[in-house]
């Protein structure tokens, strides 16, 4: 699950001004845990389950910049910027709608939405047109995107899922945002995974029926 999910058992505070995050606490042994907004669920909620897929998203993109070896340092930056994202999109799968810090939470605004089409633009204009099937595979970085892609994937529809049992006078705009932004990530991350084979001089293998 996203450390923000497990903030309320986990943090301690020091001296006003310094916290520390214990890592653990027994507060879980028996299957249950702690919202962001202080709910006690089973594990198996399906908003851990949205939270343990924006985790194991963010955890793929970290190995995805890792196999980059710096052969692109503003990628290495935007996946970065992806993963600090992912950690708000988490809080707010954390939350139950209508809690009182659902306002603390910092919504997903235009900005991030923008800042991946443009990147998705980028990279594209580098690449050959795309006239079939391809299989997902070739140099590790973009192997690693396209599995990353098929996890934000993932994402997605548990976040649907999740949003659909949610009453519709309490689905808010940014949580709607959320879904977009979810969308576009993964367009952008099946694109990065024919750049990173583009840059590693790497060809991609047409699936052949």
């Known amino acids: 699950m996203v450390i923000s999910s497990r903030l309320p058992g986990r943090l301690r505070n020091l001296n006003k001004s310094r916290w520390i995050i214990k890592i653990y606490t027994g507060t ?11 709910e006690r669920v089973s594990k198996a909620d399906k908003r851990l389950e949205a939270c343990g ?8 993109l970290g190995a995805l910049a890792a196999s980059l070896n710096d052969e692109d340092p503003k990628v290495a930056r935007e996946i970065q910027e992806i993963q600090s994202t992912l950690f708000h999109v988490g809080s707010f799968f954390a939350t139950t709608p209508g809690s009182g810090l659902t306002d603390s939470l910092k919504p ?7 800042s ?3 990147a998705i633009d ?3 204009a580098l690449l050959p047109p795309l006239t079939g099937f391809i299989l997902p595979a070739g140099h590790a970085s973009a192997t690693w995107a396209h599995i990353a ?5 993932r994402a997605e529809r548990h976040a649907v899922s999740l949003l659909d049992d949610d009453a519709e006078e309490e689905r ?3 949580c709607r945002r959320l879904l977009v932004y979810m969308n576009r990530l993964s367009d952008y991350l099946f694109v990065l995974s024919r750049y990173c084979n ?4 790497v060809q991609e293998i047409p699936w052949k029926r």
């Open 122 to 124: 980028r990279m594209d």
């Open 116 to 118: 991946i089409e443009t």
């Open 149 to 153: 892609r098929t996890v934000c994937r």
């Open 108 to 114: 997903i605004e235009d900005e991030p939405i923008k």
């Open 172 to 174: 808010s705009a940014a």
């Open 28 to 38: 879980g042994d028996h299957g249950k845990t702690s919202l962001f907004s202080g």
């Open 198 to 201: 583009r840059i590693m001089g």
């Open 53 to 60: 897929d924006v985790d194991e998203l963010n955890a793929v």
